[in-house]
Every structure is written in structure tokens, then in C-alpha cells.
């Protein structure tokens, strides 16, 4: 009798904690949306400035992309808004592009930007372009959100709520 296949152990579910804003530091809620995946896309960044004064918005669109390269051009948008030496926290809802930044990518590049399968990663245009822009400030760390939750209980991640809704209209300006 052959032995029974191994299984792969079970990952454990990400766990969401509120973000908080630390002394001096930009906080950048981003989202990304496509009407078809490819298709026409949005992005949207909302900077609340390290001062706590008023949220800035930022938004736009591309007629035939995907959803993870608006992922990408969220955050990129959003750290060039703040000047350079800035310290920021990205506040993200997507788990590829927080292990994209946070866990995958110097293995990538050691591997001459070949995944673990040996695939080409995708969109390494934007993520190069990302970590060329994370350069040009001081601090940048990145937060995960559960996204498309409202709600009093998710009042702390209203801005995603935000970013998702001005994402999905900039993939409709696209169209």
C-alpha cells in the first residue's frame, strides 16, 4: 500500500488589525478595480498627510489592463504625491502586492526576476517602478485590510471603502 499524499499545511488566514498613523508618517489607502480581467481599469489613492490635515485623492484609469497592475499603480501614485524623505504606510487590501513588496520580491530579483515556478513575474515594470519610488523616501511600510467591509464595526478602514468606490469609477471613465 502506497503512503497516503502529502498535504500541503494550511496557511493561516491573515489577521486585520486598524491601522494606526504614527508620528510624521503619510498614510496612503489604495485600491485597484478592472470591469473584466483584462479590461478597462482604475486606480485611486487617497494620502491622508502626516500633519492629519484633509485626505487628498487621487485617481485614473487605463482602457485595457488588469486588476493587479492598478493594484500596483495605486500605491506608485500614491508615494509620488508625497515628497521625497517622506515616511508613509501603504494601507492595501491586496495580498499579492503586500507579499509582492514585503516577502517575494528579493527573491525574485536573486533569481533574475523569475518566480519560484521559474515564470517571469508579472508586472515587474510597476514593481521595479514601486521600489524605485519607495527609495525616494525615508520610511515606507505596508498595511493589509480586509477590503469590502462597511459598516460602524469597519469604520477604521472607511478610506478603503473610498478608494474602492473612486477605483471602480475611474474603470468606468476607462471604458
Do not use: F
Not at 500605491?75 to 502586492?97: F, H, V, W, Y
Request: hydrophobic share 40%; aromatic share 6%; glycine share 10%.
Amino acid at each position: 500500500m502506497s503512503p497516503a499524499p502529502r498535504r500541503r499545511p494550511r496557511r493561516a488566514k491573515p489577521v486585520e488589525t486598524p491601522v494606526e498613523q504614527l508620528l510624521g508618517e503619510a498614510l496612503v489607502w489604495t485600491d485597484g478595480a478592472c470591469k473584466g480581467n483584462p479590461g478597462p481599469g482604475g486606480w485611486a489613492a487617497i494620502v491622508v498627510p502626516a500633519d492629519g490635515g484633509a485626505p487628498l485623492e487621487y485617481s485614473g484609469g487605463d482602457p485595457a489592463t488588469t486588476n493587479n497592475r492598478m493594484e500596483y499603480t495605486a500605491a506608485l501614485e500614491g508615494l509620488r504625491a508625497l515628497p521625497a524623505g517622506s515616511k508613509a504606510c501603504i494601507c492595501t487590501d491586496s495580498q499579492l502586492m503586500l507579499n509582492s513588496m514585503t516577502r517575494w520580491l528579493s527573491g525574485w530579483k536573486r533569481k533574475g526576476w523569475k518566480t519560484a515556478s521559474g515564470d517571469p513575474v508579472k508586472n515587474q515594470d510597476l514593481v521595479q517602478a514601486l521600489e524605485a519610488e519607495i527609495a525616494r523616501h525615508e520610511q515606507v511600510r505596508w498595511h493589509w485590510v480586509r477590503g469590502h467591509e462597511t459598516g460602524a464595526d469597519h469604520e477604521h478602514k472607511a478610506l478603503n471603502g473610498r478608494a474602492d468606490r473612486l477605483a471602480v469609477a475611474a474603470a468606468a471613465a476607462a471604458a
